[in-house]
């Protein structure tokens, strides 16, 4: 396969056919469980081990439920790397098996990274906004007034949602949920959390984890199911010894 090139914002055109990759069955499980969430505004976690497919569950469902229905997606994450991989899950999955209804969606890409755009570019026409949480936050008044003011929905989803507790994440998650709430849209604001690790060891850190994401998990499959159905390899540890 090759790879796709990633540029800082554009249209990704919309292929005829079925998505290339197909999912496995707790992905379709972990699909349907979000379908049923969907019905009303949330703020929940989809957990599955490393591996386990988070990213393309995610954009198999966000692309169906929101970017068809001509809805807006934000997704933010800490490391420019998880963005490059967001987008590029997007731009292999953007076939009319998922996205009947549209011929193609805008992305916008931002992070400090020089090859990502700025907050300051964010434009209306802008469908799926993929982001680094600092650099959202250093423009959260572009954000706010060039692209959420004229939402009624929007889909926040938090990559490695276990740091959501940190202020830099709470900041950002307000602002759009109170944001959307001042201009009377209570139940337009909707937020999916992906992680392999939602149990924090710091008991501060899982009440604080709860109050972020209130509908608590989703739907979760564990790291032993998905090595038993040989979709995940069994670890091999070795012990090296040093003199340390």
């Given at each position: ?18 998505a290339?990759?197909?999912?496995y ?49 934000l ?9 490059d ?49 600092d ?13 959420v003011?004229?939402?009624q ?9 276990h ?53 608590d ?28």
């Amino acid at each position: 396969m090759t790879a796709v090139q990633v540029t800082y914002a554009g249209l990704i055109e919309v292929k005829r056919g079925e998505a290339p990759k197909e999912l496995y069955s707790h992905q379709n499980e972990a699909i349907k469980a979000l379908n049923e969430t969907n019905k009303n505004a949330f703020e929940g976690l989809l957990v599955l081990p490393t591996g386990g497919g988070k990213t393309l569950t995610a954009v198999h469902w966000l692309l169906r439920n929101f970017i068809n229905n001509k809805k807006k997606v934000l997704w933010i994450a800490h490391h420019h790397e998880l963005l490059d991989q967001a987008l590029e899950t997007l731009q292999l999955s953007a076939y009319s098996s998922l996205l009947s209804n549209v011929s193609g969606f805008r992305y916008r890409i931002i992070s400090g990274h020089p090859k990502h755009d700025r907050p300051v570019n964010i434009e209306k026409t802008d469908d799926i906004i993929i982001a680094s949480k600092d650099s959202l936050n250093s423009g959260l008044d572009h954000l706010l007034n060039n692209w959420v003011y004229d939402l009624q929905e929007v889909l926040l989803v938090v990559d490695e949602a276990h740091h959501a507790t940190a202020k830099t994440y709470r900041k950002l998650i307000n602002a759009v949920k109170d944001n959307l709430k001042k201009r009377g849209h209570n139940n337009g604001f909707k937020m999916l959390g992906l992680t392999a690790t939602p149990f924090r060891t710091d008991e501060s850190e899982k009440s604080l984890l709860k109050l972020v994401f209130p509908n608590d998990i989703i739907f979760s499959e564990h790291l032993r199911n998905l090595i038993a159905k040989g979709i995940l390899a069994e670890p091999i540890f070795e012990n090296l010894k040093t003199n340390i």
